[in-house]
């Protein structure tokens, strides 16, 4: 898989964020990234090589004992999930003018998405307790 250099803004403009993603976009359909956006996350992975500007204008939110978020503390603008334990990034795939570059090729949390919407796509899909198992057993 190829890894794309990426760079982009928050919606006032006071934060940016690049990095080196791969091509993979995956949904996440838990309770917390639905709360958080008003419907599924869809994010790429940024492994540990996140570069923010303005670190001071990012608030962060300790959403779970394993993660927390980062958002644009003028615009409200989501900027990223990182995972505690290992300091990886997740970042909402909106944020970069990759649209034709990307493939949407996983789903987590499966287990709780609504019925109220389905994407059409053929992707891998994994419920919370095999995402759960996965981080447990190290294979991030």
């Not at 995956?26 to 994010?43: V, Y």
């Not at 990034?89 to 019925?115: E, M, R, T």
Request: net charge negative; glycine share 14%.
């Amino acid at each position: 898989m190829s890894k794309l250099e990426a760079t982009g803004k928050c919606l006032c403009g006071d934060v940016t964020l690049s990095g080196t993603f791969g091509e993979s976009v995956g949904a996440c359909h838990c309770e917390i990234c639905r709360t958080w956006g008003g419907g599924p996350l869809l994010a790429l992975d940024g492994g540990e090589g996140l570069d923010v500007s303005d670190a001071g204008a990012v608030t962060v939110f300790g959403s779970t004992d394993w993660a927390e978020r980062g958002f644009c503390s003028r615009c409200g603008t989501h900027l990223y999930i990182r995972v505690k334990g290992s300091g990886r990034y997740i970042v909402p795939a909106g944020i970069f003018n990759l649209d034709h570059q990307l493939n949407f090729d996983h789903q987590i949390f499966i287990d709780k998405q609504p019925s109220y919407y389905c994407f059409a796509n053929e992707t891998q899909n994994m419920t919370g307790e095999e995402v759960f198992a996965q981080f447990s057993d190290g294979d991030e």
